[in-house]
């Protein structure tokens, strides 16, 4: 009796999904048509920040134009770098790597069916420090946020003498907060 969503998946060709089709109880829905697209892809090469290729980095595509959140439109780079991102629609895309070695980088406007990016990933730069009480003793175990406009921010909890250590951020200005359990930052 609720609306159903109906996912149509061929080889060769962009997934669809139909969401929320009313069906009347005891009726059949007929004449539904779906009319699919080619499948294109984005590929290319990651390289770390000394140039040598990347083996493991994830790169996503998405859709400039909005989309489907749910959609997986990811890779993992091979052991040479090389990455692609298959089951793409036409149209442009934001590409965003993600490593343990280096910031997140994004690359924005990139044509579906483009076969030859390569994104070098810049070196990461670091922020240490220590979390003190007021009388100066370290604060272990407290999990500090990284953040700044633009960017998915970065996590870390401190050690048993207070110590942090957050790595790989991008060049900038960055907010260091912690919020304790149900407080203000």
């Known amino acids: 009796a609720d609306p159903v969503s109906v996912r149509v998946d061929a080889e060769g060709y962009v997934s669809k999904t139909i969401r929320k089709m009313e069906v009347e109880p005891g009726q059949r829905q007929e004449g539904v048509e779906v009319t699919l ?8 090469t990651v390289l770390a920040p000394d140039g040598a290729p990347l083996a493991g980095a994830q790169v ?5 134009k909005g989309g ?8 993992l780079t091979a052991e040479d770098g090389s990455f692609a991102i298959d ?4 149209g442009t895309y934001r590409i965003t790597t993600q490593s343990s070695i280096a910031p997140e980088q994004r690359m924005d406007g990139v044509a579906a069916g483009t076969t030859d990016i390569v994104i070098q990933l810049p070196p990461g730069r670091r922020i240490t420090g220590r979390v003190v009480d007021e009388t100066g003793r370290a604060v272990a175990d407290i999990t500090l946020r990284a953040r700044r406009p633009g960017e998915s921010g970065a996590r870390v ?5 207070g110590e942090f250590t957050f790595e790989n951020l991008a060049e900038g200005t960055w907010e260091l907060r912690y919020q304790p359990q149900g407080g203000d930052a």
């Open 37 to 44: 697209e080619p499948s294109l892809s984005i590929s290319g």
């Open 60 to 64: 996503r595509a998405r859709s400039e």
């Open 68 to 75: 489907a959140r749910f959609e997986d439109l990811s890779s």
């Open 87 to 90: 089951g793409i629609g036409v």
């Open 157 to 161: 909890v401190t050690n048993q003498k």
